[in-house]
C-alpha cells in the first residue's frame, strides 16, 4: 500500500465522533487505539475536546502519518505494545470501529479496564449489524453477505448491535455513561419518527463508558 492509498484509506475525518465526545467532553489526555493516520484525534485537538492526544497504530505507514498529527504514536499492535503505554496518564480511551476486528473483544475490553486508571473513560464505535441493509437480506432472502467495506466487511471477525454493545462492555468490567448513533441527516428530520427507526437505520453504535 502507497502513501496515495494509506491517506486515503486511513485519513478518513470523524465528524460524527467528534460530535459525541463533544457532548461529553473536555478530556485530558486521549489514547486512540487504532489511530489509522491521525485523523481523528486531530480532530478532537483542533476543537479543543481533548489536551493531548497518542496513539497505537498496527499499520507502520499509517502510524507513520499520525506521528505528524498525534504526540507519542506506537507502531504495533495492542498486545505488542501494552507493557510500554503510560496507561494512568489518560483519562480516555479510544477504540474506534475496531472492536469488530479483535478476535476476542471481551479479553482486550477487560484489559483496558485492569491498566487504565479509576474514573478513566473508554470510547467505542462499532457497526450496527441491525441496519435494514442488513437484516432485510436475512430475514427475507436468508443472505448474509460480506463486502469490502462497510458493515459487512469481510475483515470484521465480531458483529454487534446495541444492545450486544451494552452487554459486552458491562460484562467488561465498565459503567455506561453514554449512547448515540451515526444516522444520515433524513432520519432526523421532524416528521420521522427517529427513536423508533434508529436500530435499522443507523450505521453505526457509539458508547462511552468509565471505570469506577
Sequence with gaps: MNTSEIAEYYAAERPELVAFLRRHGPFGAALDIGCAAGMLGAGLLRNGIVGACDGIELNDAAARLAETRLGQVWSGSLESVAEEI??????????????????????????????????????????????????????FRGEFRYTEQGIMDRTHL????????????????????????????????WYVPTRLVEPFVAVQTMLLAEKQ
Design 86 to 139: 503510560p496507561w494512568e496518564q489518560y483519562d480516555l480511551i479510544i477504540l474506534a470501529d475496531v472492536l469488530e476486528h479483535l478476535v476476542d473483544p471481551w479479553a482486550t475490553l477487560r484489559r483496558l479496564h485492569a491498566h487504565s486508571a479509576p474514573g478513566c473513560r473508554l470510547m467505542l464505535s462499532v457497526p450496527n449489524v441491525r441496519h435494514y441493509k442488513v437484516a432485510l437480506p436475512l430475514l
Design 158 to 189: 465480531h458483529f454487534f448491535t446495541r444492545g450486544s454493545l451494552e452487554e459486552t462492555v458491562r460484562e467488561s468490567g465498565w459503567t455506561i455513561r453514554g449512547l448515540g448513533s451515526h444516522m444520515k441527516g433524513r432520519y432526523r428530520r
